[in-house]
C-alpha cells in the first residue's frame, strides 16, 4: 500500500489505525480475487484541518479526524471487490461511503467517524451520520 496515508503537510496528523488495517485487509482481498502483486493507492487519507481546505474538502470531513481514507480504484472490478468487502466489514448501520471519478480512475471513500462527534455541529447535528452513501 502507498500513497497519501498521513497529512502531506507535515503536521503530524496521522491516519487512524482502525483505518489502516482495513485498509491493509482490503489490499489483501484484493490481492486474493483480482492480482497478487496489487497494491492500493491511497488518494488522500488523513488532512489537518489547513490542508483539507487548501483542497477544497468539506469543514467536517471525517478525514480531519483521521478517519477516512479514498482509495484509488482502477477499474469496476477491483471497484466490486472493495465495495463488497466495505459492505461486508460494518455493521449496515454504520457505513458511511461516497465514490467519484477522477482521471478515469474511481476515487472510493470510506470512514469510521460514525462514531465521532461533529467538529463543527450543525443546527441539531452533533455527529456524522450514519448509513450514508455519496457520490463526488
Given at each position: 500500500?502507498h500513497?497519501?496515508?498521513?497529512?502531506?503537510?507535515?503536521?503530524?496528523?496521522?491516519l487512524?489505525?482502525?483505518?489502516?488495517?482495513?485498509?491493509y485487509?482490503?489490499?489483501r482481498?484484493?490481492?486474493?480475487?483480482?492480482?497478487?502483486?496489487?497494491?492500493?493507492?491511497?488518494?488522500?487519507?488523513?488532512?489537518?484541518?489547513?490542508?483539507?481546505?487548501?483542497?477544497?474538502?468539506?469543514?467536517?470531513?471525517a478525514?480531519?479526524?483521521?478517519?477516512?481514507?479514498?482509495?484509488?480504484i482502477?477499474?469496476?472490478?477491483?471497484?466490486?471487490?472493495?465495495?463488497?468487502?466495505?459492505?461486508n466489514?460494518?455493521?449496515?448501520?454504520?457505513?458511511?461511503?461516497?465514490?467519484?471519478?477522477?482521471?478515469?480512475?474511481?476515487?472510493?471513500?470510506?470512514?469510521?467517524?460514525?462514531?465521532?462527534?461533529?467538529?463543527?455541529?450543525?443546527?441539531?447535528?452533533?455527529?456524522?451520520?450514519?448509513?450514508?452513501?455519496?457520490?463526488?
Amino acid at each position: 500500500m502507498h500513497g497519501k496515508l498521513n497529512c502531506p503537510c507535515g503536521c503530524g496528523l496521522l491516519l487512524d489505525e482502525g483505518v489502516v488495517n482495513i485498509l491493509y485487509s482490503l489490499e489483501r482481498e484484493i490481492q486474493a480475487k483480482y492480482r497478487k502483486d496489487f497494491e492500493l493507492y491511497i488518494a488522500s487519507g488523513a488532512r489537518c484541518e489547513a490542508y483539507n481546505k487548501l483542497q477544497g474538502g468539506e469543514p467536517n470531513s471525517a478525514h480531519t479526524l483521521g478517519l477516512a481514507a479514498d482509495p484509488l480504484i482502477e477499474n469496476s472490478q477491483i471497484g466490486a471487490i472493495a465495495i463488497k468487502f466495505i459492505l461486508n466489514m460494518f455493521n449496515p448501520n454504520k457505513i458511511r461511503m461516497g465514490y467519484g471519478l477522477k482521471n478515469g480512475s474511481i476515487i472510493f471513500h470510506f470512514d469510521l467517524a460514525y462514531s465521532a462527534p461533529l467538529k463543527y455541529p450543525k443546527g441539531d447535528m452533533k455527529t456524522y451520520p450514519a448509513p450514508c452513501f455519496w457520490g463526488y
